[in-house]
């Protein structure tokens, strides 16, 4: 406080020392100043105007003795002139004493003096004159005449004396009119200096008032302030603590002689370092009981002390363990989650740890949710999840990744047969019923694995192959577990590629269509044609196996049924109109084109397009359609009955085993499945299944077809059985559109 205050009391007592400084100059100045002024006014009075006072006077008692004389001379009577003479010589006499006492007229003095005593004597000669009664006028006028001579005489001697008395006077009087002149002027600026010093001696006492009260504010900060400030010298001894400390003591059960408790256990630590960073400032976290602190160390050069600022951040520091949690944990199953993941692959891979990463998924947990609801779902991973972690062994770590996606982290199952042994742990666990409030439930997982850092030496690409690895877990029918392998990738990019070409096959015209005829076996003659896609791409053929799958999976099978659709219809319209009227196209629906809203509406629009009567048209759909709303399914078909179109079951015996489909939906033909055929001539069960269906459709009234037939003993069973048609390489191979038409026109002849 007193550096911050000193300052301003320093220059305030500095110029309030020159102000007394300059007060007393002026002062001295003032009175000297008055001193000369008196001098003069004296020398003026004492001296010089009684000077030119009684040289004027002298000239009138001259001129008053010679009046005196001649008045005399007219009235004779002297006793009136001896008064009047002797009265004129004694003021005569005390005006010249006054020039007589000036040395510097002392010489006119005297030839004042001199005449004046001429005068005196002629005067009395005049006199004695007069008492003589003699005839003596001219005598009397003579004397007159040398009296007003000597008169004469004086009179320029007397105007010198008036003439320099006079100057002295004048000089005088500009002498103290000049000393008077700069009294005033030098008050004046005196004046003005002072005034302004005071005002600004009074802005340093008000900056030093202000400074001073704000300095007492500041003084009582720490007291009043609500939390605790200590000031520690430079011994380390506290010196000072503000009653916020106390009162932090009490809530946590201590008292005044704990108050070093409120200090860093590390302080002398933090003050070296405080010294050797040259800085003047540090926070730091200091435990007391169950509070935290966060404390504030400031040192203060100028006092050599440290000041020390302290805050419960307990509360903070619980609200971000809260949002923390929240952040990087799962808040149903309280799971780490993704985040938490990645931080935790980030170490690992930082330290370079080798370890296993795991990702497994609840098979169908979409159709759980759609089933039982979202909240009977999520219980069900709540349960299970549970189940997972009081089971997990030592060094294996699980996480949350999404409602129905779980990662595991191991740091010893790092071998296949490991990560094996720990699939089938968790797979017992989901082969038990899930018991949960809502009822108990089974559920399938598939699993992903790849390790650290062979499948990926950063964690973006091994969470890519990991997942790599589930997608292909996921995709296998027969086996849960799998563990990455480059191939995967591989894999997984040659369909993304095929995928991404595929969506421009359309308008690249790389998709073409070809037909396969079907034959009537009773009356020997082609009855329909089914119509098969090819996708010619960079100058090969892909095999339907291939893109028809990833068209599938992609959603771009939708656009590519319609227009397979748009252009079978186009193709049956033109052998319809070269004379086959009776002639069937049969288009394939997949179960998602099937499902798609406007699917009626789209085929509506091919027949209305082309102008194909709707029964040469038949749909073939898979067993597979009607596992999804069969109420939905179950109107559309009925539906494209309506308009006259004819309905097949495509891979008859492969797909949906419930059998009652058969009765409730609107079909006209079983399609038996070629992996029955291809074996029939050898296989004892394949014929007694082949045998089965057509009897099953027979009896329901449907007409039967055989794909895949390629030898003559197939022809001949399946004509032995009372199958309607068959359609294989043994009767014609795919062909395009000219080649079917010569085809069907060699038949007839």
């Known amino acids: 406080m007193t550096s911050i205050v000193k300052p301003y009391l320093l220059r305030a007592s500095l110029l309030a020392g020159l102000a007394i400084l300059m007060g007393v100059a002026l002062s001295i100045l003032v009175y000297l100043s008055t001193e000369q002024v008196r001098h003069n006014a004296i020398?003026?009075?004492?001296?010089?105007?009684?000077?030119?006072?009684?040289?004027?006077?002298?000239?009138?008692?001259?001129?008053?003795?010679?009046?005196?004389?001649?008045?005399?001379?007219?009235?004779?009577?002297?006793?009136?002139?001896?008064?009047?003479?002797?009265?004129?010589?004694?003021?005569?006499?005390?005006?010249?004493?006054?020039?007589?006492?000036?040395?510097?007229?002392?010489?006119?003095?005297?030839?004042?003096?001199?005449?004046?005593?001429?005068?005196?004597?002629?005067?009395?000669?005049?006199?004695?004159?007069?008492?003589?009664?003699?005839?003596?006028?001219?005598?009397?006028?003579?004397?007159?005449?040398?009296?007003?001579?000597?008169?004469?005489?004086?009179?320029?001697?007397?105007?010198?004396?008036?003439?320099?008395?006079?100057?002295?006077?004048?000089?005088?009087?500009?002498?103290?009119?000049t000393q008077m002149e700069i009294t005033h002027w030098t008050v004046v600026v005196y004046g003005i200096a002072i005034v302004l010093l005071g005002g600004v001696v009074s802005w340093y006492i008000k900056q030093f008032i202000l400074t001073n009260a704000k300095n007492t504010r500041f003084a009582l900060f720490p007291n009043r302030n609500p939390n605790p400030i200590l000031s520690i010298n430079n011994l380390g001894e506290i010196s000072f603590y503000n009653p916020a400390c106390l009162v932090l003591l009490e809530s946590v059960d201590l008292n005044e002689k704990d108050i070093n408790k409120l200090l860093p256990d590390n302080f002398i630590a933090l003050r070296k370092e405080i010294s050797s960073n040259d800085c003047t400032s540090m926070t730091?976290?200091?435990?007391?009981?169950?509070?935290?602190?966060?404390?504030?160390?400031?040192?203060?050069?100028?006092?050599?002390?440290?000041?020390?600022?302290?805050?419960?951040?307990?509360?903070?520091?619980?609200?971000?363990?809260?949002?923390?949690?929240?952040?990087?944990?799962?808040?149903?199953?309280?799971?780490?989650?993704?985040?938490?993941?990645?931080?935790?692959?980030?170490?690992?891979?930082?330290?370079?740890?080798?370890?296993?990463?795991?990702?497994?998924?609840?098979?169908?947990?979409?159709?759980?949710?759609?089933?039982?609801?979202?909240?009977?779902?999520?219980?069900?991973?709540?349960?299970?999840?549970?189940?997972?972690?009081?089971?997990?062994?030592?060094?294996?770590?699980?996480?949350?990744?999404?409602?129905s996606q779980f990662s595991l982290v191991c740091l010893r199952s790092v071998s296949s047969h490991s990560l094996q042994e720990l699939t089938r742990s968790i797979i017992m666990l989901s082969e038990r019923p899930v018991v949960t409030n809502c009822g108990e439930f089974f559920i399938e997982i598939d699993f992903g694995y790849g390790i650290f850092p062979e499948h990926g030496d950063t964690r973006n690409s091994l969470l890519k192959n990991v997942h790599t690895a589930l997608v292909m877990a996921a995709n296998d029918e027969h086996n849960s577990f799998s563990l990455f392998s480059p191939e995967f990738s591989d894999e997984i990019h040659k369909s993304t590629s095929l995928i991404d070409s595929l969506r421009n096959a359309v308008a690249l015209n790389e998709l073409f269509l070809v037909y396969q005829p079907q034959l009537d076996l009773t009356n020997n003659r082609v009855l329909g044609i089914e119509t098969l896609v090819r996708w010619r791409h960079q100058d090969s053929i892909v095999s339907p196996a291939d893109f028809i799958p990833l068209a599938e999976q992609s959603g771009l099978i939708v656009p590519i049924g319609k227009w397979i659709l748009n252009q079978a219809c186009l193709f049956a319209k033109k052998l319809v109109d070269?004379?086959?009227?009776?002639?069937?196209?049969?288009?394939?629906?997949?179960?998602?084109?099937?499902?798609?809203?406007?699917?009626?509406?789209?085929?509506?629009?091919?027949?209305?397009?082309?102008?194909?009567?709707?029964?040469?048209?038949?749909?073939?759909i898979t067993e597979g359609v009607f596992m999804h709303n069969e109420e939905h399914t179950l109107a559309v078909l009925h539906r494209l009955k309506s308009l006259g179109i004819q309905m097949s079951i495509d891979d008859f015996g492969t797909g949906y085993s419930s059998l009652s489909y058969l009765k409730r939906f609107p079909v006209d033909k079983l399609k038996i499945d070629q992996s029955f055929i291809m074996d029939c001539h050898n296989n004892h069960e394949d014929r007694a299944i082949i045998n089965t269906i057509v009897a099953l459709g027979k009896n329901l009234g449907l007409s039967l077809i055989a794909e895949g037939v390629e030898e003559h003993s197939h022809v001949e069973f399946l004509k032995s059985i009372g199958c309607d048609e068959i359609q294989g390489y043994w009767y014609s191979r795919p062909l395009e559109e000219n080649d079917l038409v010569e085809f069907i026109a060699k038949q007839l002849v």
Not at 59 to 84: G, H, K, P, T, V
Not at 97 to 111: G, Y
Not at 586 to 599: D, E, I, L, T
Request: glycine letters at 2%; aromatic letters at 8%; charged letters at 25%.
């Open 578 to 620: 070269l004379g086959h009227s009776e002639l069937v196209i049969a288009v394939n629906v997949s179960p998602r084109q099937f499902s798609h809203p406007k699917f009626c509406q789209s085929v509506i629009n091919a027949l209305e397009e082309s102008k194909l009567p709707a029964k040469n048209l038949e749909l073939e």
């Open 284 to 403: 730091t976290e200091q435990p007391l009981k169950d509070r935290i602190l966060q404390v504030s160390i400031n040192w203060l050069p100028e006092v050599d002390s440290y000041d020390l600022h302290i805050v419960d951040i307990t509360e903070r520091k619980l609200a971000e363990q809260k949002v923390k949690h929240i952040a990087f944990y799962v808040q149903e199953t309280n799971l780490p989650n993704q985040y938490k993941l990645n931080n935790d692959l980030d170490d690992l891979i930082t330290k370079k740890i080798i370890f296993s990463l795991g990702v497994f998924e609840i098979k169908s947990f979409n159709k759980l949710v759609t089933a039982l609801g979202g909240d009977t779902a999520n219980e069900i991973v709540c349960v299970f999840s549970q189940l997972v972690i009081n089971n997990l062994a030592q060094g294996v770590s699980l996480y949350q990744l999404n409602e």
């Open 43 to 177: 020398d003026l009075v004492n001296n010089r105007i009684p000077v030119l006072t009684s040289v004027n006077q002298i000239i009138a008692d001259l001129s008053e003795q010679e009046r005196i004389i001649y008045e005399y001379y007219r009235s004779q009577d002297s006793q009136s002139f001896l008064e009047n003479f002797a009265k004129n010589k004694a003021s005569f006499t005390l005006h010249n004493i006054a020039i007589s006492e000036q040395k510097a007229l002392s010489e006119q003095a005297s030839l004042i003096i001199k005449k004046q005593k001429r005068i005196e004597y002629l005067s009395n000669e005049f006199h004695q004159a007069m008492q003589l009664n003699d005839d003596n006028w001219d005598h009397l006028r003579d004397l007159l005449t040398e009296i007003a001579g000597v008169r004469t005489d004086l009179l320029p001697t007397l105007h010198r004396v008036e003439k320099t008395t006079q100057n002295e006077v004048d000089q005088a009087h500009a002498a103290t009119l």
